[in-house]
């Protein structure tokens, strides 16, 4: 299965065997062209997936040893994500399916976050909890099984990536922010500054991310101020407010998680998404579900941000059960609140 996926800034493709056997995976990112920007330039991104699509998907299959001879189908991210981003990704998958007579199927990018949990690995058992926090998503959902999900909790605001990018910019670090504030609060005492923890209500699922980064951009730069132009307060402990706002964020996206196993009964948590790259997060997920006895399978980083395996992985499971999609597959840029993978 050949997956391509070009819903944010990466330009990626894979090939996949028997739905989990990563083969290859090119993941062409696009940062430096973003990152004087601050930010994904949704411009910027259409032309540079436009630009790199051809040579990635022809390294796929290159690294994989396949042609497109040998493949039995081809799975593309349409949801969510920039709509002319996604555009790129569909218009190749379309061709090759209609140049070579193969089946097209497409796949729900938040799905793939949460599938990417079985490339090069045994099933996860179900039903289980997963956790998908990236840039652009914060959600928990119940697994039943592949292609069954329930909504469990989202955000009502930031996602929880975008509030580590926000961190970072605050802080000075640079671009994205996800890895920079983790870096930085590696020199931390998390206890720096007491954030106080957005649990919204007691029984809650959702999630709410601005307050904490408020909270960050007066402790840093000074109230009714704007974050741009405002210099950082004098003595202000970079390192100390990186890992308390880390520790904040991490804390309360591992106790919904756990929260959520409860509710439903679930013995296996999944966490994906690029926000799931983060060490903390990984640690304390790992603690949280341990005391619980609860299972617990987090892709290694690398799988945790995106790529095209996971989508490739994701189309296998759909192909296997006999969906898949004609050449009027459209691209959309939102996600369906109570069921993501109904197309
Ligand atoms: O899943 P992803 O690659 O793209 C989306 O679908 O959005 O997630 C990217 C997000 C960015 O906001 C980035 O800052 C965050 O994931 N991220 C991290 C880490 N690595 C990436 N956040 C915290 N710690 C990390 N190590
Ligand atoms: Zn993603």
């Not at 954030?195 to 109230?223: C, E, I, M, N, W």
């Not at 790529?307 to 059960?321: H, I, K, P, Q």
């Not at 050449?327 to 069921?339: K, M, T, V």
């Amino acid at each position: 299965m050949l997956g391509i996926d070009t819903s944010c800034d990466e330009t990626a493709a894979a090939v996949v065997a028997g739905g989990r056997r990563m083969l290859s995976s090119v993941v062409a990112s696009q940062v430096p062209l973003h990152r004087r920007f601050g930010g994904v330039v949704p411009e910027i991104a259409c032309r540079a997936h436009t630009e790199n699509i051809t040579r990635v998907v022809e390294e796929a299959l290159s690294r994989a040893a396949v042609g497109l001879g040998d493949l039995t189908g081809i799975a593309v991210t349409n949801r969510p994500g920039l709509i002319g981003a996604l555009l790129v990704g569909l218009s190749a998958a379309k061709a090759i399916a209609l140049a070579r007579d193969l089946p097209l199927v497409g796949v729900d990018h938040v799905e793939a976050h949460i599938f990417a949990a079985v490339l090069d690995r045994e099933d996860f058992p179900l039903p289980a909890v997963a956790l998908v926090a990236s840039g652009g998503h914060t959600s928990l959902y119940l697994v039943r099984e592949a292609g069954d999900l329930e909504e469990l909790g989202r955000t009502t605001d930031d996602a929880a990536g975008e509030a580590f990018d926000k961190a970072a910019a605050i802080l000075d670090l640079g671009y994205p922010g996800g890895p920079e504030v983790e870096a930085a609060a590696r020199g931390g005492d998390p206890r720096a500054v007491p954030f106080k923890r957005p649990y919204l209500s007691p029984d809650s699922l959702d999630f709410s991310f601005s307050g904490v980064k408020t909270a960050l951009l007066y402790h840093a730069r000074g109230q009714n101020r704007k974050r741009r132009g405002a210099p950082l307060r004098p003595g202000v402990d970079v390192p100390g407010a990186a890992a308390s706002f880390q520790e904040a964020v991490v804390a309360v996206l591992t106790r919904k998680t756990l929260r959520a196993a409860e509710r439903t009964g679930a013995r296996h948590v999944v966490a994906g998404g690029g926000v799931a790259a983060n060490g903390r997060l990984r640690e304390r997920l790992a603690e949280a579900c341990a005391e619980r006895g609860i299972g617990l399978t987090i892709p290694p980083p690398e799988l945790c941000t995106d790529n095209a395996a996971m989508v490739a992985a994701v189309g296998a499971r759909r192909l296997a059960r006999g969906e898949r999609d004609d050449l009027r597959l459209d691209a959309r840029s939102r996600i369906d609140r109570w069921n993501p993978t109904r197309s």
